[in-house]
Protein backbone atom coordinates (compact mmCIF):
# COMPACT_ATOMS: atom_id res chain seq x y z
CA UNK A 1 0.00 0.00 0.00
CA UNK A 2 0.73 3.54 -0.55
CA UNK A 3 0.90 6.18 1.91
CA UNK A 4 1.87 9.99 1.96
CA UNK A 5 2.52 11.96 5.20
CA UNK A 6 2.44 15.61 5.15
CA UNK A 7 3.04 16.33 9.21
CA UNK A 8 3.00 19.57 9.12
CA UNK A 9 -0.85 20.34 9.14
CA UNK A 10 -0.33 24.10 9.27
CA UNK A 11 2.59 26.81 9.14
CA UNK A 12 2.81 30.39 8.98
CA UNK A 13 5.25 32.54 8.61
CA UNK A 14 5.87 36.06 7.65
CA UNK A 15 6.54 37.67 4.46
CA UNK A 16 9.84 37.08 3.00
CA UNK A 17 10.51 34.23 5.00
CA UNK A 18 12.07 30.67 3.27
CA UNK A 19 9.81 27.73 4.37
CA UNK A 20 10.11 24.55 3.92
CA UNK A 21 7.04 21.63 3.34
CA UNK A 22 7.44 18.29 4.19
CA UNK A 23 6.69 15.29 2.38
CA UNK A 24 7.64 11.56 3.70
CA UNK A 25 6.39 8.69 1.00
CA UNK A 26 5.61 4.89 1.70
CA UNK A 27 5.68 2.74 -1.31
CA UNK A 28 6.98 -1.02 -2.41
CA UNK A 29 7.38 0.40 -6.25
CA UNK A 30 10.40 0.46 -7.84
CA UNK A 31 9.29 2.91 -10.56
CA UNK A 32 6.94 5.36 -9.01
CA UNK A 33 6.52 9.32 -9.56
CA UNK A 34 6.14 12.41 -6.69
CA UNK A 35 4.02 15.25 -6.99
CA UNK A 36 3.34 18.61 -5.79
CA UNK A 37 0.01 20.72 -5.98
CA UNK A 38 -1.30 23.73 -4.58
CA UNK A 39 -4.92 24.69 -3.35
CA UNK A 40 -5.07 28.47 -3.15
CA UNK A 41 -8.30 30.05 -1.20
CA UNK A 42 -10.00 29.58 -4.62
CA UNK A 43 -10.35 25.70 -4.29
CA UNK A 44 -8.39 24.74 -7.47
CA UNK A 45 -6.00 22.08 -7.03
CA UNK A 46 -2.66 23.55 -9.72
CA UNK A 47 0.20 21.45 -10.45
CA UNK A 48 3.72 22.20 -9.59
CA UNK A 49 6.16 19.43 -10.05
CA UNK A 50 6.16 16.17 -11.26
CA UNK A 51 9.43 13.82 -10.30
CA UNK A 52 10.24 10.13 -10.94
CA UNK A 53 11.80 7.81 -8.67
CA UNK A 54 14.80 7.35 -10.75
CA UNK A 55 15.26 11.05 -11.05
CA UNK A 56 16.70 12.48 -7.27
CA UNK A 57 18.52 15.97 -8.77
CA UNK A 58 16.60 18.37 -6.75
CA UNK A 59 14.94 21.03 -8.70
CA UNK A 60 15.09 25.20 -8.54
CA UNK A 61 11.83 26.69 -10.07
CA UNK A 62 12.08 30.76 -9.55
CA UNK A 63 11.73 30.81 -5.49
CA UNK A 64 10.17 27.69 -5.59
CA UNK A 65 12.80 24.29 -5.14
CA UNK A 66 12.12 20.26 -4.12
CA UNK A 67 14.88 17.95 -2.50
CA UNK A 68 14.09 14.63 -3.28
CA UNK A 69 15.63 11.82 -1.18
CA UNK A 70 15.07 8.31 -1.60
CA UNK A 71 17.14 7.36 0.95
CA UNK A 72 14.97 9.16 3.63
CA UNK A 73 12.19 8.48 1.19
CA UNK A 74 11.50 12.45 1.03
CA UNK A 75 10.29 15.14 -1.31
CA UNK A 76 10.17 18.39 0.24
CA UNK A 77 9.53 21.85 -1.12
CA UNK A 78 11.16 25.15 0.06
CA UNK A 79 9.80 28.43 -0.81
CA UNK A 80 12.61 31.03 -0.90
CA UNK A 81 11.05 34.83 0.17
CA UNK A 82 7.84 33.81 0.68
CA UNK A 83 4.85 36.23 -0.51
CA UNK A 84 1.65 36.23 0.66
CA UNK A 85 0.62 34.82 -2.81
CA UNK A 86 1.98 31.72 -1.80
CA UNK A 87 -0.65 31.22 1.13
CA UNK A 88 -2.35 28.29 0.07
CA UNK A 89 -2.96 24.42 0.85
CA UNK A 90 -0.02 22.21 -0.10
CA UNK A 91 -0.45 18.90 -1.26
CA UNK A 92 2.32 16.24 -1.75
CA UNK A 93 0.97 12.90 -4.04
CA UNK A 94 2.47 9.82 -4.77
CA UNK A 95 1.40 7.54 -7.91
CA UNK A 96 2.63 4.03 -8.34
CA UNK A 97 1.78 1.48 -11.38
CA UNK A 98 -1.39 0.19 -11.98
CA UNK A 99 -2.91 -1.67 -14.75
CA UNK A 100 -3.23 1.61 -16.96
CA UNK A 101 -0.39 3.39 -15.71
CA UNK A 102 0.83 5.64 -13.27
CA UNK A 103 -1.58 8.33 -12.90
CA UNK A 104 -3.94 6.97 -9.31
CA UNK A 105 -2.64 9.45 -6.91
CA UNK A 106 -2.54 8.93 -3.10
CA UNK A 107 -2.28 12.29 -1.66
CA UNK A 108 -1.28 13.43 1.79
CA UNK A 109 -3.22 15.51 4.35
CA UNK A 110 -2.03 18.71 3.41
CA UNK A 111 -0.15 21.64 4.47
CA UNK A 112 -1.96 25.19 4.87
CA UNK A 113 0.86 27.45 4.57
CA UNK A 114 0.19 31.40 5.71
CA UNK A 115 2.00 34.15 5.00
CA UNK A 116 1.73 37.00 7.13
CA UNK A 117 2.20 40.06 5.65
CA UNK B 1 -9.92 26.76 -23.46
CA UNK B 2 -12.08 26.50 -20.02
CA UNK B 3 -10.65 23.60 -19.01
CA UNK B 4 -12.41 21.31 -16.52
CA UNK B 5 -15.77 22.51 -15.70
CA UNK B 6 -18.11 21.46 -12.75
CA UNK B 7 -21.60 21.79 -12.48
CA UNK B 8 -22.99 22.93 -9.58
CA UNK B 9 -20.70 25.17 -7.38
CA UNK B 10 -22.72 24.05 -4.47
CA UNK B 11 -25.43 22.02 -3.85
CA UNK B 12 -27.76 21.54 -0.15
CA UNK B 13 -29.16 17.31 -0.61
CA UNK B 14 -31.28 16.16 2.35
CA UNK B 15 -30.54 12.34 2.92
CA UNK B 16 -31.90 10.01 0.81
CA UNK B 17 -32.35 12.93 -2.15
CA UNK B 18 -30.28 11.80 -5.76
CA UNK B 19 -28.30 14.44 -7.46
CA UNK B 20 -25.77 13.69 -10.28
CA UNK B 21 -22.38 15.89 -10.65
CA UNK B 22 -21.63 16.85 -13.81
CA UNK B 23 -17.51 17.01 -15.19
CA UNK B 24 -16.68 18.49 -18.61
CA UNK B 25 -13.14 18.70 -20.01
CA UNK B 26 -12.05 20.56 -23.46
CA UNK B 27 -8.44 19.14 -23.50
CA UNK B 28 -9.33 16.04 -25.40
CA UNK B 29 -8.12 13.98 -22.53
CA UNK B 30 -8.70 10.56 -22.36
CA UNK B 31 -8.26 9.68 -18.06
CA UNK B 32 -11.22 11.38 -16.08
CA UNK B 33 -11.35 11.02 -12.12
CA UNK B 34 -13.27 11.96 -9.64
CA UNK B 35 -11.92 12.93 -6.01
CA UNK B 36 -13.63 13.59 -2.57
CA UNK B 37 -11.85 16.13 -0.41
CA UNK B 38 -12.67 16.27 3.28
CA UNK B 39 -10.44 18.00 6.07
CA UNK B 40 -7.23 16.45 7.29
CA UNK B 41 -8.02 13.41 5.14
CA UNK B 42 -6.72 15.01 1.55
CA UNK B 43 -8.34 14.15 -1.88
CA UNK B 44 -9.17 10.48 -2.18
CA UNK B 45 -9.71 8.80 -5.42
CA UNK B 46 -13.84 7.55 -5.87
CA UNK B 47 -13.89 6.73 -9.28
CA UNK B 48 -11.72 7.27 -12.55
CA UNK B 49 -12.33 6.53 -16.40
CA UNK B 50 -9.34 5.43 -19.01
CA UNK B 51 -11.44 6.35 -21.87
CA UNK B 52 -15.03 6.69 -23.26
CA UNK B 53 -17.45 3.79 -21.93
CA UNK B 54 -14.99 2.56 -19.26
CA UNK B 55 -14.90 3.57 -15.70
CA UNK B 56 -13.59 1.73 -12.41
CA UNK B 57 -13.45 1.86 -8.78
CA UNK B 58 -10.95 4.43 -6.44
CA UNK B 59 -10.24 4.13 -3.22
CA UNK B 60 -13.70 5.21 -1.79
CA UNK B 61 -16.24 4.10 -4.54
CA UNK B 62 -19.65 2.75 -1.95
CA UNK B 63 -22.56 5.29 -2.37
CA UNK B 64 -21.31 6.60 -6.00
CA UNK B 65 -21.74 5.71 -9.54
CA UNK B 66 -20.51 6.86 -12.56
CA UNK B 67 -20.68 6.90 -16.09
CA UNK B 68 -18.47 8.34 -18.92
CA UNK B 69 -20.86 8.15 -22.01
CA UNK B 70 -19.11 10.69 -23.97
CA UNK B 71 -15.11 11.45 -24.13
CA UNK B 72 -15.35 14.93 -22.81
CA UNK B 73 -18.10 14.20 -20.04
CA UNK B 74 -17.99 12.00 -16.68
CA UNK B 75 -20.64 12.05 -14.15
CA UNK B 76 -20.75 11.40 -10.43
CA UNK B 77 -23.93 9.87 -9.21
CA UNK B 78 -25.11 10.01 -5.41
CA UNK B 79 -28.47 7.92 -5.55
CA UNK B 80 -29.49 7.67 -1.57
CA UNK B 81 -27.32 11.03 0.01
CA UNK B 82 -26.01 10.04 3.28
CA UNK B 83 -24.71 13.23 5.95
CA UNK B 84 -21.35 11.23 5.50
CA UNK B 85 -21.27 12.42 1.32
CA UNK B 86 -20.96 15.55 2.53
CA UNK B 87 -17.64 16.89 1.07
CA UNK B 88 -15.83 19.11 -1.59
CA UNK B 89 -15.90 17.18 -4.82
CA UNK B 90 -13.56 17.45 -7.17
CA UNK B 91 -12.76 16.42 -10.56
CA UNK B 92 -9.71 15.88 -13.01
CA UNK B 93 -8.50 14.90 -15.85
CA UNK B 94 -5.15 14.02 -17.87
CA UNK B 95 -3.56 12.46 -20.83
CA UNK B 96 -2.62 8.70 -20.39
CA UNK B 97 0.54 8.57 -19.50
CA UNK B 98 2.01 5.37 -21.19
CA UNK B 99 4.06 4.50 -18.44
CA UNK B 100 5.09 8.24 -17.43
CA UNK B 101 1.97 10.28 -15.68
CA UNK B 102 1.06 13.62 -16.78
CA UNK B 103 -0.14 16.20 -14.24
CA UNK B 104 -3.99 16.25 -13.64
CA UNK B 105 -6.08 19.04 -14.17
CA UNK B 106 -8.55 20.20 -11.78
CA UNK B 107 -12.03 21.98 -12.06
CA UNK B 108 -12.97 24.19 -9.21
CA UNK B 109 -14.78 21.71 -6.71
CA UNK B 110 -18.23 21.32 -6.08
CA UNK B 111 -19.04 21.55 -2.18
CA UNK B 112 -21.86 19.11 -1.25
CA UNK B 113 -23.70 18.93 2.27
CA UNK B 114 -26.17 16.44 2.99
CA UNK B 115 -28.82 16.99 6.25
Known amino acids: AQKVTQAQTEISVVEKEDVTLDCVYETRDTTYYLFWYKQPPSGELVFLIRRNSFDEQNEISGRYSWNFQKSTSSFNFTITASQVVDSAVYFCALSGLSNFGNEKLTFGTGTRLTIIP | NAGVTQTPKFRVLKTGQSMTLLCAQD?????MYWYRQDPGMGLRLIHY???????AKGEVPDGYNVSRLKKQNFLLGLESAAPSQTSVYFC??????????????FGPGTRLTVT
Open chain 2, 49 to 55: SVGEGTT
Open chain 2, 27 to 31: MNHEY
Open chain 2, 92 to 105: ASSYPGQGLPYEQY
